[in-house]
């Protein structure tokens, strides 16, 4: 499990368990396909919320995942192991059959489908140079973002971030 800012005891797991059951959400997502044909998988958590001071709180509980707000709507989320470990803290906790269900379902993908290393260490190759990011962003509107998405190999989720500058510097490689 990694560093916490404060220890936290089970009723505390247990609350943010049930909350991440109404608000929460996981799932294994394929983000590209490589020119060799090889998939590339990521495994995503995140609970969405009108009031950021709830996802803060959650947040410092644990000590990892981000908080991103967009509109009206706050949203925290974690990929990879900081997923993988959410799950694996609040499950003794879990209510809720369906999100039981998710969950496992996206933890057994995530293993199959994800490079073993990167449900124990968060990815350090990112998908997109700084100068296809230019490109995508001269080919939107001229062509759908799905189109856009095919042309790179990326989902069009990612496409949408890059062209709405939401974190699309995490598409961009260390080496530029």
């Known amino acids: 499990m990694l560093q916490r800012e404060a220890e936290m005891n089970n009723n ?52 990892f995942g981000k908080i991103h707000k967009s509109g009206e709507v706050h949203r925290f989320y974690c990929h990879f192991k900081e997923a993988k470990d959410f799950i694996e803290m609040i499950r003794p906790f879990m209510k809720c059959d369906k999100k039981m269900k998710q969950a496992n379902k996206a933890l057994e993908i995530a293993s199959q489908k994800i490079h073993c290393g990167s449900l124990n260490n968060m990815p350090t190759n990112h998908k997109l140079s700084k100068e296809k990011i230019g490109r995508i962003k001269g080919l939107y509107p001229s062509l759908t973002q799905k189109t856009i998405a095919e042309m790179f190999g990326v989902t069009q989720g ?19």
């Open 158 to 176: 990612n496409i949408s971030r890059i062209l709405n500058n939401l974190r699309w510097n995490k598409y961009v490689t260390a080496t530029n």
């Open 12 to 63: 505390d797991i247990a609350w943010i368990s049930g909350f991440y059951e109404g608000e929460g959400s996981i799932g294994c997502y394929r983000d590209r396909i490589r020119e060799n044909g090889k998939e590339e998988w990521s495994l995503t958590l995140s609970i969405t919320q009108k009031e950021p001071d709830i996802l803060e709180y959650i947040k410092n509980k644990i000590g």
